[in-house]
Nanobody, 127 residues
Framework: QVQLVESGGGWVQAGGSLRLSCAAS????????MGWFRQAPGKEREFVAG????????RYADSVKGRFTISRDNAKNTVSLQMNSLKPEDTAVYYC????????????????????WGQGTQVTVSS
């Protein structure tokens, strides 16, 4: 079992920045590919960013490329999402997710490939 706790959400004006963090506990963090997803009201949960267990590989949704950066610290069991140039359409609840992986290079976009989820943190971007 892996427990994930997100933090860092809040309110920001368009063009601003926020940094989300996710603290993991329970199992060997470096065995898990990590990802960030988001869900806006009335919409399905969508992929935002993913990182391989080693941190070597990353993947981003087209809507956030060049603005968001995922990172991880395997020594501290944390994964972060730096969000810059925020837009009102980035408003959503953001979720951290972990999926056990045997590959040092695999990052994941599909929701079904993640085994554990955090409770989410709200990000609101005003225009």
């Amino acid at each position: 079992q892996v427990q994930l706790v997100e933090s860092g959400g809040g309110w920001v004006q368009a063009g601003g920045s926020l940094r989300l963090s996710c603290a993991a506990s329970g199992r060997t963090f470096s065995n898990y590919a990590m990802g960030w997803f988001r869900q806006a009201p009335g919409k399905e949960r969508e992929f935002v960013a993913g990182m391989s267990r080693s941190g070597i590989s990353t993947r981003y949704a087209d809507s956030v490329k060049g603005r968001f950066t995922i990172s991880r610290d395997n020594a501290k069991n944390t994964v972060s999402l730096q969000m810059n140039s925020l837009k009102p359409e980035d408003t959503a609840v953001y979720y951290c997710a972990a999926g056990r992986s045997s590959s040092y290079y695999e990052e994941r976009e599909e929701r079904g490939k993640y085994d554990y989820w955090g409770q989410g943190t709200q990000v609101t971007v005003s225009s």
